[in-house]
């Protein structure tokens, strides 16, 4: 069956960095979109950063463009997310998903995501 296992999240002060990975299995990896969500206690999921099937289109919220990078290794079924310039707001679970159906698109959208991996904690201090 489908796992997403993320791993990567800790405690890292403002301005610091950190990367998260997410190692995928049980279906055709290279064949799908992933994205990255986040979801802080009380507030809804967000999307953050998501990725196509071949790594060559991404998209990002606004909150995380240009600090935020997406990328995958589909040799090594596993995506990325590689996290600068760190504020107290982007404290929050990160959880990977894959998309719903094949696609050349970074999807936005959590609707268009159906598999999702437990999440990392991702905390960062003033």
């Known amino acids: 069956q489908v796992q997403l296992v993320e791993s990567g999240g800790g405690l890292v002060q403002a301005g610091g960095s950190l990367r998260l990975s997410c190692a995928a299995s049980?279906?055709?990896?290279?064949?799908?979109?992933m994205g990255w969500f986040r979801q802080a206690p009380g507030k809804e999921r967000e999307f953050v950063a998501a990725?196509?099937?071949?790594?060559?289109?991404?998209a990002y919220a606004d909150s995380v463009n240009r600090r935020f990078t997406i990328s995958r290794d589909n040799a090594k079924n596993t995506v990325y997310l590689q996290m600068n310039s760190l504020k107290p707001e982007d404290t929050a679970k990160y959880l990977c998903a894959v998309s719903k159906r094949p696609g050349t698109r970074p999807f936005q959208g959590s609707d268009d995501y159906d598999r999702w991996g437990q999440g990392t904690q991702v905390t960062v201090s003033a």
């Open positions: 990725i196509s099937q071949s790594g060559w289109s991404a």
């Open positions: 049980g279906f055709a990896f290279s064949m799908y979109s």
